[in-house]
């Protein structure tokens, strides 16, 4: 089975996406734009195993694992595209390490918005 | 004989509402000459997080939320709900009411049937429970029978539960040792804020229903900030009522220890509270309210409980959604509605709870789902929208996942005057989301208050 998993696009990511062919997608009406990428069934089985929060949702899509790892992610896409290569690069090991511990910091304290 | 097309609030289940609150003087009376007993939460073995207080059991049992039952439950009965989901006395119920408790200290107390003790909270009197039974359980199978298995129950369980399953690893945790039979309160709590106004036990919501003149009153579960799905959930349900929409719409959230990732319980309130508040939905119509329990997410299991609560309550219907208080994907999405619209046969109910003896009165309201959708431009029934392939769901864990970036969702999705309230709530935790320190100063903390109280004990 493949899952999905979303970025979600901020101006400033939009400003690194927009020469790099990368398909967005609007959500809600235009409010929200994203990019979706597609996860083969052993992939999404290898992100739920390192990230214990993550969960597969309603919809089907990856959600909840860290946002060091979305922000990874993000740049591997900014680098190569949004396939599965973008998501095996983020999973790299000396990666997963540097997002498994940023994550554990993500568990005590997020910033609240000014 | 003439059957009017009018509904009319329900009776309690089982028939009468529990009240096992009594005043200070008989309490102290009540405990005088006991042996005591702290109550304390159950831990997660993996992480050391409080997971669980039975003190929210003792109230919820207390102030007739649970009604019929009104103690914890000896093995007999425990059995009975694992089995056929039915009390000893026939009503349905469904989960095992278990107070395990520190077996060692309890023969150090030298605690045996037909005893009193006095169970303790935050280092105050705070209940009493007559000894019935003192009883011994493997926890793991009691996890494994209360919440069915693939093989066992496969019109609705998926997969195996574990201990990413937040009610499965709560009943896996606990000591197996537990103490059944009759409880009072007899230190009446004050709840803390936020929690007091939104405090209505039964016999409370009762007479605010009565006292708003509403006649047919459809309940809302939540254990979440409401989107606008959700908001659209409560709206579009409630037309359906007798000869006219239901007069009133319950928002009664599920107050207690909650998986890592939920929203903080002071935010979900504060947020349903927000959407009357601001107009979404007309106050006069609208009451957000609170049941002290931490959550099983037992998916059709807890819909039953909660159709208990809601009754007792006073509710007349009840909505039911996609993945009814569910986690992961244990349950079949939709097994809640397979529950209320046909029964679940290895769960006990050859038929929908209404549809058996002792079960329940109050009407479900199965509702599929709400999505936005770009061609009809707007928010739509599932069932009515005809853009199935391009509809956009909503999902709880995109928008945690939004705010975790520190993006406000769009209004579209979100009522910016929801989101404030979660603004409000992580500036003063740190965090939006529950994590193990929310939980821990949640344990220390508590939803309550107790005033000193003398009582002579053993």
């Given at each position: 089975m493949t899952y999905k998993i979303a970025i979600v696009l901020d101006k400033a990511r939009m400003e690194k996406v927009r020469s790099k062919g990368v398909q967005v997608k609007d959500l809600y009406g235009g409010y929200l734009k994203v990019i979706e990428l597609e996860v083969p069934d052993e992939l999404a089985k290898r992100i739920l195993a390192e990230f214990p929060r993550a969960r597969i949702d309603a919809r089907g899509f990856i959600e909840e694992t860290p946002i060091a790892f979305k922000r990874e992610l993000f740049d591997s896409v900014v680098r190569m595209g949004a396939g599965p290569a973008a998501i095996e690069d983020a999973m790299r090991p000396e990666k997963l390490a540097r997002i498994k511990e940023l994550a554990s910091k993500e568990d005590e304290y997020l910033p609240p918005p000014n | 004989m003439r059957m009017s097309l009018k509904v009319s609030q329900p009776p309690p289940h089982g028939g009468r509402l529990v009240n096992a609150v009594v005043d200070r003087e008989e309490g102290a009376r009540m405990a005088a000459g006991c042996p005591a007993y702290d109550i304390r939460p159950t831990i997660d073995p993996r992480t050391g997080a409080p997971i669980r207080n039975a003190y929210r059991e003792v109230m919820s049992i207390a102030y007739g939320f649970f009604s019929p039952l009104?103690?914890?439950?000896?093995?007999?009965?425990?059995?009975s709900v694992m089995r056929d989901r039915r009390l000893l006395s026939g009503w349905l119920f469904p989960f095992p009411i278990i107070f395990d408790v520190d077996g060692e200290e309890l023969r150090g107390l030298g605690v045996k049937e037909g005893d009193r003790l006095l169970l303790r909270l935050k280092g105050r009197p705070f209940a009493v429970i007559?000894?019935?039974?003192?009883?011994?359980?493997?926890?793991?199978?009691?996890?494994?029978?209360?919440?069915?298995?693939?093989?066992?129950?496969?019109?609705?369980?998926?997969?195996?539960?574990?201990?990413?399953?937040?009610?499965?690893?709560?009943?896996?945790?606990?000591?197996?040792?537990?103490?059944?039979?009759?409880?009072?309160?007899?230190?009446?709590?004050?709840?803390?804020?936020?929690?007091?106004?939104?405090?209505?036990?039964?016999?409370?919501?009762?007479?605010?229903?009565?006292?708003?003149?509403?006649?047919?009153?459809?309940?809302?579960?939540?254990r979440n900030v409401p989107h606008t799905g959700h908001e659209h959930l409560m709206k579009e349900a409630a037309f359906l009522g007798d000869i006219e929409p239901c007069n009133g719409i319950l928002v009664n959230a599920i107050i207690g220890a909650k998986?890592?990732?939920?929203?903080?319980?002071?935010?979900?309130?504060?947020?349903?509270?927000?959407?009357?508040?601001?107009?979404?939905?007309?106050?006069?119509?609208?009451?957000?309210?609170?049941?002290?329990?931490?959550?099983?997410?037992?998916?059709?299991?807890?819909?039953?409980?909660?159709?208990?609560?809601?009754?007792?309550?006073?509710?007349?219907?009840?909505?039911?959604?996609?993945?009814?208080?569910?986690?992961?994907?244990?349950?079949?999405?939709?097994?809640?509605?397979?529950?209320?619209?046909?029964?679940?046969?290895?769960?006990?109910?050859?038929?929908?709870?209404?549809?058996?003896?002792?079960?329940?009165?109050?009407?479900?309201?199965?509702?599929?789902?709400?999505?936005?959708?770009?061609?009809?431009?707007?928010?739509?029934?599932?069932?009515?929208?005809?853009?199935?392939?391009?509809?956009?769901?909503?999902?709880?864990?995109?928008?945690?996942g939004l705010i975790a970036e520190g993006i406000e969702p769009p209004p579209i999705i979100f009522r910016p005057e929801v989101y404030q309230v979660i603004v409000k709530w992580w500036r003063r935790f740190n965090y939006p989301f529950v994590n193990k320190r929310y939980l821990e100063t949640k344990e220390a903390e508590l939803e309550v208050e107790l005033d000193p109280m003398e009582v002579t004990t053993r």
């Open positions: - | 009104d103690g914890f439950m000896t093995r007999n009965e425990a059995e007559d000894v019935e039974e003192v009883w011994r359980f493997d926890p793991r199978d009691v996890a494994d029978r209360t919440f069915g298995t693939p093989e066992r129950n496969p019109e609705v369980v998926r997969r195996r539960f574990d201990e990413k399953h937040p009610g499965w690893l709560m009943y896996r945790s606990m000591t197996g040792t537990a103490v059944g039979g009759r409880v009072h309160v007899i230190n009446e709590p004050r709840l803390r804020e936020p929690y007091g106004r939104f405090w209505y036990p039964p016999s409370a919501s009762r007479l605010e229903f009565g006292r708003r003149g509403w006649r047919t009153v459809i309940a809302h579960q939540t998986r890592l990732g939920d929203f903080v319980d002071e935010a979900i309130l504060e947020g349903h509270e927000a959407v009357s508040r601001f107009g979404y939905i007309r106050p006069g119509r609208h009451l957000v309210t609170m049941t002290l329990w931490d959550m099983r997410y037992g998916n059709p299991l807890e819909s039953l409980l909660h159709g208990i609560i809601r009754q007792n309550m006073g509710c007349t219907h009840h909505m039911f959604g996609r993945d009814h208080a569910a986690v992961g994907d244990y349950y079949d999405p939709y097994a809640t509605q397979t529950l209320w619209s046909k029964g679940i046969p290895s769960y006990g109910l050859p038929a929908p709870p209404y549809d058996v003896d002792r079960g329940l009165k109050i009407r479900p309201v199965n509702i599929q789902e709400f999505w936005y959708c770009p061609v009809c431009g707007e928010i739509a029934y599932s069932e009515s929208c005809g853009h199935r392939d391009k509809a956009e769901r909503f999902s709880g864990s995109f928008v945690r």
